[in-house]
């Protein structure tokens, strides 16, 4: 397995990935829910984009990594933000120009948030791998989109708020154009679900959950597996996916033979 340069060539392979990703859920968002105004646009190879106030969606992406971000693109950015009424988020990478820190201080951001961006290379290993424990992962089907959000929801259980959030965040999910969702089973009882994204030639692992009477009996390694399978009868020569540093789903990853890229941090305006 031949493991990839850390650098702006794979930086930007990753973050526009995840930014591309996002503009399939900002527009299928728009096409189902036209009330919410979600929109994007790019501002020197930026991506900012509007799913309502406080989505975590509601951020810029790969800034600065495509072409030069000064006070112009910046301005053209916050006024995107400010005019539908969102506070300005940046997911910055360290790849980077430092520039981008100096402006983003200049103008009054402040860091808030940090996550790991973690790869890993696609094989053939990867086509022919199974799990076990009597638990199966399969791509949903059209019109399954209801099994998925509340599989999805179920997974998160333990708060109703947040279940219902995952709820319309995963059926907006299983509808976003060159998005692929999956679920686990048990005997045919929805288990776990997650989701595949592939831009590119490199996979974006997201929105994973696991019901919490399953837990521990493998219905994550089943999911990742299929998705992987999946993702390499597509062509996908790279896998990633975002973690809070040092969490439990960092170290599931990095279990599963994932490393860390690099570290991104999150700035408020």
């Known amino acids: 397995m031949t493991w990839p340069l850390v650098d702006l060539a794979l930086a930007r392979r990753l973050e526009r990935t995840e930014a591309l990703a996002n503009v399939a859920f900002v527009e299928a968002r728009a096409e189902l829910q036209p009330d919410v105004g979600a929109a994007w646009i790019d501002v020197a190879g930026t991506y900012a984009m509007f799913d309502g106030p406080g989505s975590a969606i509601t951020q810029t992406f790969g800034l600065g990594l495509f072409d030069p971000v000064g006070a112009p693109e910046m301005e053209t950015i916050e006024r995107f933000f400010r005019e539908r009424g969102a506070e300005v988020m940046h ?13 983003l201080v200049e103008r009054g951001y402040r860091p808030f948030e940090l996550s790991s961006v973690l790869f890993r290379p696609l094989g053939s290993a990867d086509a022919a791998t199974t799990s076990g424990a009597g638990i199966r992962a ?56 997650g989701a595949i994204a592939i831009h590119g030639g490199v996979a974006l692992l997201a929105g994973a959950s696991t019901i919490a009477r399953f837990r521990g009996r493998g219905g994550q390694r089943a999911l990742l597996e299929a998705r992987l399978r999946f993702a ?16 439990g789903s960092q170290r599931n990853a990095e279990r599963r033979g994932f490393r860390i890229a690099y570290t991104r941090t999150k700035w408020r305006g």
């Open 232 to 247: 390499v009868e597509r062509g996908a020569d790279l896998a990633v996916m975002a973690a809070a540093p040092g969490g």
């Open 91 to 103: 997911e910055v990478s360290p790849i980077a120009p430092p520039e981008i820190l100096a402006l």
């Open 138 to 193: 399969r791509r949903v089907e059209p019109g399954e989109e209801a099994l998925y959000a509340d599989t999805s929801a179920e997974g998160w259980s333990e708060s109703k708020e947040l279940a219902d959030f995952i709820r319309g965040y995963a059926a907006i999910t299983a509808r976003a154009r060159g998005t692929h969702c999956f679920i686990a089973e048990l005997e045919g009882t929805p288990v776990g679900a």
